[in-house]
């Protein structure tokens, strides 16, 4: 049923050896085992052009990719299973919310899922991951093919798994707004109707708890590394900056790209997150100002337990429960990030104080 949505996903997939199937299980492996011993191979025996300072840096940078393969390609040969039932469920309350008329919205909102399945795979992988690093190959002093296939094939493999994310939190959030707008549309209060849809409505928030758990390793991996690059980045350019630690131009435009780039992702990653979760929550509003006939104890207890659920469990994205994808996150992420960037920066300076003495 959502072939044709996820269809620029698997594409890659396929390509780049990491398609959710067992039939594949062997070309991943072998995919995956060949890009390691090459990156292994140029890390150790090709890799020169490292400026010093950076060296940690990029470092991180290489292994870090390396490792985000290898753990997607887990997930998906252990929890390919996981993925089909989260799709199937997702079927289910499909047919319920035809069933109570709304197909028409369902077709429309379809159809913007393969839309925006199209445009995020283009503007992160073609855009982002092979024009972005074509450009940092091509400002290197000796350009290699190998540098662009190290380290872009985990980076495209990464974020074609974050877009598999971005697409299916899309589809569950337009489907709560289905739910919603026909509940803020019955001024009359209808048992039915409002049994079943409070009933997708718990059927997708058990959807949201697979997605999420399934998604958990990549997500905590994900901010802890794209944070340590960025900060790392973000040093290493304001150093350059006061310092002059480095006279390679070239190399801070890459540096400059990679923060830009790492920045996106994690805004996008949490802005969706957020947007999910506000559209689920968003539903307790509407069921406290419906109607109700609260002489009616049956009628009334069909709001108010789903109410008290609600509101005693907030619906929220999470990393392995250590923190929340939500704005929260972003503000406090960019404090966290200006903190460490002013006390290195000031360590820096007080160690070229010393040195000048």
């Not at 996820?6 to 199937?21: M, R």
């Not at 289905?178 to 718990?202: E, G």
């Not at 350059?240 to 790209?257: H, V």
């Amino acid at each position: 049923m959502y072939e044709q949505i996820f269809k620029p996903l698997d594409t890659i997939s396929k390509i780049f050896g990491t398609y959710q199937s067992k039939v594949r299980i062997f070309q991943c492996l072998i995919s995956t085992t060949g890009i390691v011993l090459l990156s292994l191979y140029y890390f150790f025996y090709k890799l020169t052009e490292i400026v010093s300072t950076a060296y940690s840096l990029v470092v991180l940078r290489y292994f870090s990719h390396l490792i985000a393969l290898v753990l997607i390609v887990i997930i998906n040969l252990f929890q390919f299973g996981d993925v089909q039932n989260v799709l199937t469920n997702l079927e289910l309350v499909d047919l319920e919310l035809i069933r109570l008329g709304q197909n028409r919205g369902l077709i429309k909102i379809n159809k913007s899922h393969k839309n925006w399945a199209r445009i995020l795979t283009f503007v992160f992988n073609v855009g982002a991951n092979i024009c972005g690093l074509t450009f940092s190959v091509l400002l290197r002093k000796h350009p290699e093919i190998i540098h662009l296939i190290v380290l872009g094939y985990p980076r495209i493999v990464l974020c074609n798994f974050s877009t598999t994310f971005f697409v299916l939190s899309m589809m569950i959030q337009d489907r709560f707004t289905i739910i919603n707008t026909v509940l803020k549309k019955k001024n009359n209060f209808d048992s039915s109707i409002i049994t079943r849809l409070v009933q997708a409505h718990s059927n997708l928030i058990k959807i949201i708890d697979k997605v999420n758990t399934i998604f958990n390793p990549v997500i905590i991996f994900f901010f802890a590394i794209d944070f340590i690059l960025i900060v790392g980045d973000l040093y290493i350019i304001s150093s350059t900056i006061l310092f002059t630690i480095t006279s390679n131009n070239k190399f801070m435009a890459s540096l400059i790209k990679n923060c830009l780039f790492y920045t996106t992702e994690l805004i996008y990653f949490t802005i969706r997150s957020a947007k999910l979760c506000r559209e689920a929550n968003r539903t307790v509003k509407i069921l406290t100002a419906l109607p109700v006939p609260f002489s009616d104890e049956k009628k009334r207890n069909l709001i108010i337990f789903p109410v008290m659920r609600l509101l005693q469990n907030r619906i929220k994205i999470t990393a392995f429960g250590f923190f929340s994808l939500d704005y929260e996150l972003l503000f406090s992420m960019c404090g966290t990030a200006c903190s460490y960037l002013f006390i290195m920066l000031q360590i820096n300076t007080e160690n070229l104080e010393q040195k000048s003495l």
